[in-house]
């Protein structure tokens, strides 16, 4: 019988959380940009980390797959330390799928190219195998009549849906999402928050950082805040936007939410 739990709060002790930081800490120069986080991502829990800018919320994101490496604390992503460097490190980075604000396609390479690239080069699977795949994700984020086209001629509404798809094709264990709606026009806004809702009720492990209060509503199992470094609040969606319990997530939400 299986230990995993669909959702959260299921973990049995033969199964790891699927992100663990324990003691983190991160300076860049003198600024102390993470300050002793310790967090746990159960497998299947979407968490959404808001804050205010420069309270570190990017930096953890990026921390989890070792785009920044920290100064001190561990990192572990289904119960394996981050390897350091090398070709354990890029194994690792093939479990984490990153969705970026700016979407890092490869200009010169069609959608359905950008897609299958990961798979073949990194998974070595064949490239049949990967069209088939790709095509199959570009359907389910929308855009499988674009496949063809060329980031240049895609909004950038389908070139975030294209980067989606693409890290979905590695079939990653968790997925990272680094304000992938901020560089979006607002129309564009919530078809990749649908694509990123979808992905959440089918089970997928999510860190999303984001400004967009309705999809942490609506699709997060928890939130963290997080202000000058360290992770001021952790609760439930309903209990964050309802009954804040710091001046600091107070203070926040009086701001964002009155816009």
């Given at each position: 019988m299986s230990t995993e739990a669909s959702g959260s709060g299921g973990a049995s002790t033969a199964t790891p959380p699927m992100i663990k930081a324990a003691s983190v800490d991160k300076y860049f120069g003198d600024l102390h940009v993470l300050k002793n986080i310790d967090i746990e991502v159960p497998r299947g829990q979407?968490?959404?980390?808001?804050?205010?800018?420069g309270s570190g919320k990017s930096t953890l994101c990026r921390a989890i797959n070792r785009l920044e490496p920290v100064d001190s604390g561990t990192i572990e992503v289904d119960g394996e330390?981050?390897?350091?460097?090398?070709?354990?490190?890029?194994?690792?980075?093939?479990?984490?799928?990153m969705v970026f604000q700016q979407f890092n396609l490869f200009a010169?390479?069609?959608?359905?190219?950008?897609v299958t690239l990961g798979p073949v080069k990194v998974r070595k699977v064949s490239q049949s195998e990967a069209?088939?795949?790709?095509?199959?994700?570009?359907?389910?984020?929308g855009i499988a009549d674009q496949a063809d086209k060329y980031?240049?001629?895609l909004s950038g509404g389908q070139?975030?849906?294209?980067?989606?798809?693409?890290?979905?094709a590695m079939k990653p264990k968790v997925m990272l999402f680094d304000e992938p709606t901020s560089a979006l026009d607002p129309e564009m806004?919530?078809?990749?928050?649908?694509?990123?809702?979808?992905?959440?009720?089918e089970g997928m492990t999510m860190v999303v950082v984001t400004h967009e209060m309705g999809f942490a509503r609506r699709a997060a199992h928890r939130v963290l805040f997080m202000a000058d470094g360290e992770v001021v609040e952790d609760s439930t969606p309903g209990d964050f936007f309802s009954?804040?319990?710091?001046?600091?997530?107070?203070?926040?939400?009086?701001k964002i939410l009155t816009h």
């Open positions: 979407v968490v959404v980390v808001l804050g205010p800018s330390p981050l390897p350091a460097e090398g070709k354990a490190l890029a194994a690792l980075r093939a479990d984490v799928g010169h390479k069609s959608i359905v190219e950008n069209r088939t795949t790709a095509m199959e994700l570009l359907e389910r984020v980031p240049a001629q070139q975030q849906r294209a980067a989606i798809a693409r890290a979905l806004v919530q078809e990749v928050l649908d694509t990123m809702t979808s992905l959440a009720d009954d804040p319990k710091t001046d600091r997530a107070k203070d926040f939400l009086g």
